[in-house]
Every structure is written in C-alpha cells, then in structure tokens.
Nanobody, 121 residues
C-alpha cells in the first residue's frame, strides 16, 4: 500500500502565499506523475498542476504564472508553491500520484486526504 500525506494548507489573505507538500510512503518502486487537484464547495474536482517523473510540469490556465509545482524524487515528495492567491483559489487541495509498487506491475493511482486552503478577500 501507498500513503500520501499532505501538509501546508491554511488561511491567507488575497495576494499571499502558501506552500503545500505531499509525501508518499509505503510500497514504492517508482512514481510516474504526481499532481495537485482541488475541489471547491459545489464544484467538481479539477486539476491544478501535474509533474512527470522527468520533471515536465503542466498547469491549469487559472493558476499559470502564480503556482509552481516541483518534486523531490529522492524524498517521493511533491510541492505546490502558491503565490498571488485569490479568493477563487479557496478549495480543498488533494495530492495525487501514480505509483508503481513493484517492477513489471502497472502503476496505481493514489490520493491524499486533502488539505484546506482558504483565501480571504
């Protein structure tokens, strides 16, 4: 099994910054993509940013230029630096990872428990 543990959420005023972290642990042979999703009240979960094992990031248009995703492969950890936060960024942020636990086996998708980010105007 694999566990994803998030940290770094909280409350911030508009224009402020937060940094989210997500550490994967357990039966890990390799991790393909790692990413962050978010879900605001009454809305569907949406992709925020994703980064492949080779380091190529992709972002939702709504966060481009404000958020930066990075990963430390040695620590099986992914980060999300969020700058210039807006009230519309308020949501529960979920870590996501595609993990291969054993060589020759397909990767499985895992989710963290979510961390609340609240941006006040």
């Amino acid at each position: 099994q694999v566990q994803l543990v998030e940290s770094g959420g909280g409350w911030v005023q508009a224009g402020g910054s937060l940094r989210l972290s997500c550490a994967a642990s357990g039966s890990i042979f390799s991790i393909n993509a790692m990413g962050w999703y978010r879900q605001a009240p009454g809305k569907q979960r949406e992709l925020v940013a994703i980064i492949l094992s080779g380091g190529s990031p992709n972002y939702a248009d709504s966060v481009k230029g404000r958020f930066t995703i990075s990963r430390d492969n040695a620590k099986n950890t992914v980060y999300l630096q969020m700058n210039s936060l807006k009230p519309e960024d308020t949501a529960v942020y979920y870590c996501n990872a595609h993990v291969k636990s054993f060589p020759g086996f397909p990767a499985r998708e895992y989710w963290g428990q979510g961390t609340q980010v609240t941006v006040s105007s």
